[in-house]
């Protein structure tokens, strides 16, 4: 697959959840959550791809105003400890 079209299937989903981020009740929502899988699956053939290898990382944000920040990495990208401890106190909040 080719880098335009991971990203503009990752455009396509980004947008979809941020519509269905205010189709829900603000309270189901709404925080911050850490990503633990990314996975498109073709639906001809079933075949599952993990589009940010076995382990991604990253951070997805939905505000009560329907909003939503996401950033999104492979999991062999090395975060530095600045990172990752900024990273602990979003979660921790």
Known sequence: MTSSKAVAILMGLLFVLSVSATALAADEL????????FKLTRIKTGETTDMFGASP???????????????LTA??????AKT??????????
């Open 57 to 71: 990382k990253g951070l997805m944000t939905f505000g009560r105003d329907g909003r939503m920040l996401a950033v």
């Open 84 to 93: 990752l401890r900024n990273m602990t106190n979003i979660l921790a909040m």
């Open 75 to 80: 999991g062999r990208r090395l975060l530095s």
């Open 30 to 37: 709404s925080g911050t959550w850490r990503l633990d899988s």
